[in-house]
């Protein structure tokens, strides 16, 4: 089925860690995102990419990487994991034309102890 | 900071009534657009409304844009328990084009049955 996927859906991690959070798309779309989204405060925006190749930070970039070496791929990756990172993580792809939406993962529960 | 912010943060209604939200935002936008988030799962797209547009429809849901007030609504008429989910309006911003979206803190809707 077309859409995104993201791996795994949940994860514990002790403080100091690293992990990658996996996203992949097959609607060839040349949009992609990373969201956080915790309690009282809506989505905020980690990292994007524009294409395969280029990336920016979004509003809450600190503590994350990310890399795009292909269209379908977009990891997401914790660096050093920190009790302030617990939170809901979403990946997220559109086509480039401003008409489109967004299609939204379902998402990986992180929980950083 | 948040772009947008939705009005009410919580809303109770009873199965048939409509439900109204609202949206409002900050700085110029290209594209304004309405969400929905089922508990525990990702969002889901509903409605796109550009700059240059005023109202649009979708099946029961209702749209309506004022950029001069820097606010949008979203209407669900004769709403149903499956209706009961969490409400986001996202904003393209004319300056980063459709490469990023920002997200309000999202309406909370219960539709009692």
């Known amino acids: 089925n077309a859409g995104v996927t993201q791996t795994p859906k949940f994860q514990v991690l002790k403080t100091g860690q690293s992990m990658t959070l996996q996203c992949a798309q097959d609607?060839?779309?040349?949009?992609m995102s990373w969201y956080r989204q915790d309690p009282g405060m809506g989505l905020r925006l980690i990292h994007y990419s524009v294409g395969a190749g280029i990336t920016d930070q979004g509003e809450v970039p600190n503590g994350y990487n990310v890399s795009r070496s292909t269209t379908e791929d977009f990891p997401l990756r914790l660096l050093s994991a920190a009790p302030s990172q617990t939170s809901v993580y979403f990946c997220?792809?559109?086509?480039?034309?401003?008409?489109?939406?967004?299609?939204f993962g379902s998402g990986t529960r992180l929980t950083v102890v | 900071s948040q772009q947008g912010e939705e009005d009410p943060q919580a809303l109770s209604i009873q199965e048939g009534e409509n439900a109204t939200m609202n949206c409002s935002y900050k700085?110029?936008?290209?594209?304004l657009q309405w969400y929905r988030q089922n508990s525990g799962r990702g969002l889901v797209h509903l409605i796109l409304i550009r700059s240059n547009e005023r109202e649009k429809h979708s099946g029961r849901l209702r749209v309506t844009l004022d950029t001069s007030k820097k606010s949008s609504s979203l209407l669900i008429t004769a709403s149903r328990a499956a209706d009961t989910a969490s409400y986001f309006c996202a904003t393209q911003l004319k300056e980063t084009s459709g490469s990023r979206l920002t997200f309000g803190e999202g309406t909370q809707l219960t539709v009692n049955p």
């Open positions: 997220a792809s559109s086509y480039t034309r401003d008409s489109y939406g967004y299609t």
């Open positions: 609607m060839n779309h040349e949009y």
């Open positions: 700085t110029s936008i290209n594209n």
